[in-house]
């Protein structure tokens, strides 16, 4: 018998005697001589299958007890109110189908009562998402990127989608993947950025790319992948103000989408969600300076780059003075921020860019970017690259490239710090990190 439901959508009440066909896996067999209970789970909850010894036939009431754990099943009756079952109701089954029997002991347990260390649990994903809270992520993680795409095309963007097998490095710090095309040496790509700018002298205008990023970053952390999902626009005619509130908005939108939409994968995970507040407070870099050493842990001086201690520091001093985990850190020095952001015309020492921080990461960087070709060309230079590897990008600023700003958000760190997540690898369903290639 084909599906007719899935455990969450059956309504004793509204469904009357029609028969239901539930389908998934064998969560708990309770064996009690005469009366067996067999719940099965599916992706969105469970039913109970009642089998009373006296009033049902032999073999299915067998079928069912000898029912090993995370066994596949079908399981077609009739569903009866039960308030001491879970969703309110029971099965009374005519038939019990065994659809593939899993064998035991399991790799690890499913029913969340021993908790399974991550490596465990990530070399058998396949068990481990039958865990109510590991699908809760991935249930939530979909919302999320729906909740982007919605957002980003009611503002007129446009999806798009660039190369991962590329020419040159875009992003300096981080290092990249090299790889062999065909005689030639290329690199997976850390970043769509130059593609995306290409784009708006092509006038598309306003773009946004989900995709993966690679990069070979040595250090293993709790917040570092080697392939990340990255969230991409690039607009034209705006500065980075307006891509600040592009992006200020998009993530109280997503939060208000998950609130709405995800309530049961929320409740799972024990996570309540408020929806931050916008504006997002705006800290230029050189207060943000100001606050760290007045904090008096480490002392910076202007031009550092801002570490992972710092970073703590401004966020609970933020948090403190607004009550919110978001907030901008703007106006970097031009010298620590890639060689595509415009410089202030008024103080070129300092550039048009910004970083979205979560009170524990950074979450996004961005900038109004440079358009044009000559201070461009001088900039990747300056930086110490090669202008001549940039060819296929300088030239689409020689014929008329518009003003232009955008952003970058990881998507596993936006997860992470919504709901809390201790790490990272815990939001992408096969985490690609220094040890790990395989599932
Ligand atoms: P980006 O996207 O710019 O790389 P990010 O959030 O990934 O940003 P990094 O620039 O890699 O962050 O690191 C942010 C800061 O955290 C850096 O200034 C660096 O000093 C610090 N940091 C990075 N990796 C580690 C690590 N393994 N241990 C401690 N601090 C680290
Ligand atoms: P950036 O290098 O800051 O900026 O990357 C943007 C965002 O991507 C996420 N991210 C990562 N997440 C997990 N693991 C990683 N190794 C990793 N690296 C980056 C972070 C980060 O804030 N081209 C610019 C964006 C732009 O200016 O449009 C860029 O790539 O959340």
Same mark, same amino acid.
């Given at each position: 018998?084909?599906?007719?439901?899935?455990?969450?959508?059956?309504?004793?009440?509204?469904?009357?005697?029609?028969?239901?066909?539930?389908?998934?896996?064998?969560?708990?067999?309770?064996?009690?001589?005469?009366?067996?209970?067999?719940?099965?789970?599916?992706?969105?909850?469970?039913?109970?299958?009642?089998?009373?010894?006296?009033?049902?036939?032999?073999?299915? +009431?067998?079928?069912?007890?000898?029912?090993?754990?995370? &066994?596949?099943?079908? $399981?077609?009756? %009739? *569903?009866?109110?039960? @308030?001491?079952?879970?969703?309110?109701?029971?099965?009374?089954?005519?038939?019990?189908?065994?659809?593939?029997?899993?064998?035991?002991?399991?790799?690890?347990?499913?029913?969340?009562?021993?908790?399974?260390?991550?490596?465990?649990?990530?070399?058998?994903?396949?068990?481990?998402?039958?865990?109510?809270?590991?699908?809760?992520?991935?249930?939530?993680?979909?919302?999320?990127?729906?909740?982007?795409?919605? +957002?980003?095309?009611?503002?007129?963007?446009?999806?798009? &989608?660039?190369?991962? $097998?590329?020419? %040159? *490095?875009?992003?300096? @710090?981080?290092?990249?993947?090299?790889?062999?095309?065909?005689?030639?040496?290329?690199?997976?790509?850390?970043?769509?950025?130059?593609?995306?700018?290409?784009?708006?002298?092509?006038?598309?205008?306003?773009?946004?790319?989900?995709?993966?990023?690679?990069?070979?970053?040595?250090?293993?952390?709790?917040?570092?992948?080697?392939?990340?999902?990255?969230?991409?626009?690039?607009?034209?005619?705006?500065?980075? +103000?307006?891509?600040?509130?592009?992006?200020?908005?998009?993530?109280?939108?997503?939060?208000?989408?998950?609130?709405?939409?995800?309530?049961?994968?929320?409740?799972?995970?024990?996570?309540?969600?408020?929806?931050?507040?916008?504006?997002?407070?705006?800290?230029?870099?050189?207060?943000?300076?100001?606050?760290?050493?007045?904090?008096?842990?480490?002392?910076?001086?202007?031009?550092?780059?801002?570490?992972?201690?710092?970073?703590?520091?401004?966020?609970?001093?933020?948090?403190?003075?607004?009550?919110?985990?978001?907030?901008?850190?703007?106006?970097?020095?031009?010298?620590?921020?890639?060689?595509?952001?415009?410089?202030?015309?008024?103080?070129?020492?300092?550039?048009?860019?910004?970083?979205?921080?979560?009170?524990?990461?950074?979450?996004?960087?961005?900038?109004?970017?440079?358009?044009?070709?000559?201070?461009?060309?001088?900039?990747?230079?300056?930086?110490?690259?090669?202008?001549?590897?940039?060819?296929?990008?300088?030239?689409?600023?020689?014929?008329?490239?518009?003003?232009?700003?955008?952003?970058?958000?990881?998507?596993?760190?936006?997860?992470?710090?919504?709901?809390?997540?201790?790490?990272?690898?815990?939001?992408?369903?096969?985490?690609?990190?220094?040890?790990?290639?395989?599932?």
């Amino acid at each position: 018998n084909p599906r007719t439901h899935y455990t969450s959508q059956i309504n004793p009440e509204t469904i009357g005697d029609e028969k239901v066909t539930v389908c998934g896996w064998v969560h708990e067999v309770r064996d009690l001589g005469g009366i067996c209970f067999l719940v099965v789970r599916d992706r969105d909850g469970r039913a109970q299958v009642t089998l009373v010894k006296k009033k049902i036939d032999k073999e299915l +009431f067998d079928t069912a007890r000898k029912l090993v754990r995370e &066994s596949v099943v079908a $399981v077609t009756g %009739t *569903a009866k109110p039960e @308030g001491k079952a879970p969703n309110g109701y029971e099965i009374i089954p005519d038939e019990v189908v065994l659809l593939n029997e899993a064998e035991s002991p399991l790799p690890m347990d499913t029913t969340g009562k021993v908790d399974a260390e991550l490596d465990t649990r990530l070399d058998s994903r396949f068990i481990d998402l039958r865990r109510e809270k590991t699908t809760a992520i991935f249930k939530i993680r979909h919302e999320v990127l729906r909740a982007v795409r919605n +957002f980003l095309s009611t503002e007129g963007f446009i999806e798009t &989608s660039s190369p991962k $097998v590329v020419a %040159t *490095a875009t992003e300096g @710090g981080t290092s990249l993947f090299p790889i062999t095309y065909f005689d030639r040496e290329a690199f997976l790509n850390q970043s769509p950025q130059l593609f995306k700018q290409i784009l708006m002298s092509g006038g598309l205008d306003r773009v946004f790319e989900i995709g993966p990023i690679f990069r070979a970053e040595e250090h293993d952390t709790r917040r570092h992948l080697n392939e990340a999902t990255s969230i991409d626009i690039e607009a034209s005619f705006v500065d980075h +103000f307006q891509v600040m509130e592009i992006l200020e908005n998009m993530i109280a939108y997503v939060y208000g989408q998950v609130i709405e939409n995800e309530s049961a994968s929320l409740e799972a995970l024990g996570v309540e969600l408020k929806v931050p507040e916008t504006p997002f407070m705006k800290v230029p870099y050189s207060e943000a300076v100001d606050i760290v050493n007045a904090k008096g842990d480490e002392m910076l001086e202007w031009g550092d780059d801002l570490g992972t201690q710092a970073e703590h520091t401004i966020g609970e001093h933020v948090f403190k003075e607004t009550g919110e985990s978001h907030y901008f850190i703007t106006d970097w020095p031009t010298e620590i921020k890639p060689f595509y952001a415009m410089p202030y015309e008024n103080d070129p020492l300092i550039s048009k860019s910004f970083d979205m921080m979560h009170r524990t990461m950074e979450l996004s960087s961005g900038a109004q970017r440079i358009h044009l070709h000559d201070m461009l060309k001088e900039r990747i230079e300056s930086q110490g690259l090669n202008p001549d590897g940039f060819d296929f990008y300088l030239r689409a600023f020689k014929y008329g490239m518009p003003p232009h700003s955008g952003w970058g958000v990881g998507c596993e760190r936006l997860v992470m710090t919504m709901l809390g997540v201790e790490n990272i690898r815990d939001t992408v369903l096969f985490p690609r990190d220094r040890r790990r290639l395989s599932p």
